[in-house]
């Protein structure tokens, strides 16, 4: 059974266009300032560290709220109401074993920010390929987004 997934998986990655490797390098190439040692900072990276922070205790501790509890001296933020959960639940579990490994969030921050980008650019020329019907406009329209 599982030798049989595996050939699958391998039969749909033989299958796989070329231009999604080139995506992929690309997204890497552009991701190279984020992956090297000096971390980048935005206006609101810290609140989002934090917040990963704050997601990954309550993940470990299997209490999920709104109300981040351990955000501004114990008394509580809400930032579901300003920021959507999904990607901060994202980087929380990558943080989960990220922090294991002896990483701190800056690291996972980082991880989701190169999944992010890279999934960006296959789905656009996966998109691209399905409206135009051409692989060429569809692997310069991805570039150019």
């Known amino acids: 059974m599982i030798k049989n997934i595996i050939k699958q998986a391998k039969q749909k990655i033989q299958k796989l266009d070329i231009e ?3 995506i992929i ?3 890497m190439f552009i991701l190279m300032p984020l992956i090297s040692k000096n971390t980048v900072i935005g206006h609101d990276s810290l609140y989002h560290i934090t917040n990963i ?3 990954t205790k309550e993940l470990e501790n299997f209490q999920i709220s709104k ?5 501004a001296n114990g008394l509580g933020y809400g930032g579901a109401i300003f920021y959507p959960k999904l ?3 994202i980087a929380a579990l990558i943080n ?3 922090s294991n490994l002896g990483y701190n969030s800056f690291y996972s921050l980082n991880i989701s920010y190169c999944i992010i980008v890279i999934l960006s650019g ?3 020329y996966w998109l691209l390929k399905l409206i135009f019907e051409n692989k ?6 991805s570039g150019i987004y």
């Open 136 to 141: 060429k406009v569809a692997f310069l329209g």
């Open 53 to 55: 922070d704050a997601l």
């Open 20 to 22: 999604y490797y080139y």
């Open 87 to 89: 990607p901060h639940y």
């Open 122 to 124: 296959i789905f656009m």
């Open 25 to 27: 390098f690309i997204a």
């Open 67 to 71: 109300i981040s509890s351990i955000i």
């Open 96 to 98: 989960l074993v990220v």
